[in-house]
């Protein structure tokens, strides 16, 4: 991979060689994307289900590390009944395809999020797709189902809470470091960057805790129409920006 590229003439450079490690996006602007077009919102869903695809494949293939998106919040389940089962449809149908193709995608594939209660054959595709590709080094892919940051930060305290009841371990002693690891992303690194289409500019509790000192990256473009070429402008950006963790 050359140091410098240009995709296209309207994409900036990317250094290659520095890389955010992990980059997470949270995949919105479905519902407006159909609606834009007259069609019904599970239209949007199924055009951001192909984006997915071509975003975790060019990920892969660019070398990013992580990829994680936010597929299905725990607030999502408001949504209709039919809006939801087009969405799990969708995903049932990319982690049977994942699963065909593994071998040849060697991806190592992750879920965040409680997956009890998803429908059991969905939740037997989760398990077994992350089973099968944990052998694979490369590129993870991390998929938020049912995931919201809140309720992963109460269940790591809740986790600890009882931990020091029943061990008698002193309340006093628990770190950072010991709730990140009781976290469904434990061992991934945080996210460098974050990315959010639509023109939203909130977090929707997505990666809480993990997200301290992420960048943010905010494009009107909707998901649906997300490109390699946004990707590539998301991480020129990143790259031309300075992390100080809170020092100077
Ligand atoms: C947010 O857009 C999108 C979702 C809640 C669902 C995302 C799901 C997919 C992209 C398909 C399945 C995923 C995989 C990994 C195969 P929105 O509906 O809130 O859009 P709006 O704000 O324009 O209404």
Redesign the pocket.
Known sequence: MPLFRKASSDTPEVDFEHLPRHVAII???????AKKRGLP?TA??AA??E??RTIATYAKEIGLEYLT?Y???TE?WKRPEDEVAA?MK??KK?LLEAIEQMERDRVKMAFFGDLTPLHPELRDLCRQTQEISKRYEGCQVN?CLNYGGRDEITRAVRELAAECVREGRDPASITEQDISDRLFSAGVPDPDLIIRP?G?VRTSNFLLWQSAYSEYYFTDV??PDFSKEELLRSIADFQRRSRRYGGV
């Not at 995949?27 to 994307?33: A, E, L, Q, T, V």
């Open positions: 995949m919105d602007g479905n519902g407006r994307w919102r949007g869903h951001g289900a984006t997915f998106v597929a299905f919040s999502n969405i969708l995903l990319y998929i639509s939203e909707l998901w």
